[in-house]
């Protein structure tokens, strides 16, 4: 009923940029918090960035002063904006939303399929 739909990775350098999206859409009625996380090869899924549903970020202090996080409620969209980039950022990043589909009474966690940032000269 909920897809979320990544884009925007790629192959960047080390002090290059990348800006990351991910559209929600389904039945919709009510996004609350939104966020990113990645997952290295052989390492566990961590958070990045998250957003309240009033706009407040939250970051983890690897990518403090790095990253930006944001999100436009009348596209349903989150985004990650990646500057200063490092190898140590190479991972899959996921999106998640929490989304209360209509007639629902609860919000349910709702993951992207993923898209893959390499970081290497």
């Not at 996004?31 to 990045?48: D, F, L």
């Not at 969209?77 to 609860?106: I, W």
């Amino acid at each position: 009923q909920v897809q979320l739909v990544e884009s925007g990775g790629g192959l960047v350098q080390p002090g290059g940029s990348l800006r990351l999206s991910c559209a929600a859409s389904g039945a919709i009625f009510e996004i609350n918090a939104m966020g990113w996380y990645r997952q290295a090869p052989g390492k566990q899924r961590e958070v990045v960035a998250t957003i309240t549903s009033g706009g407040s970020p939250n970051y983890a202090d690897s990518v403090k002063g790095r990253f930006t996080i944001s999100r436009d409620d009348a596209k349903n969209t989150v985004y990650l904006q990646m500057n200063s980039l490092k190898p140590e950022d190479t991972a899959v990043y996921y999106c998640n939303s929490a989304v209360r589909t209509s007639g629902a009474f609860y919000y349910y966690n709702h993951w992207g399929q993923g898209t893959q940032v390499t970081v290497s000269s």
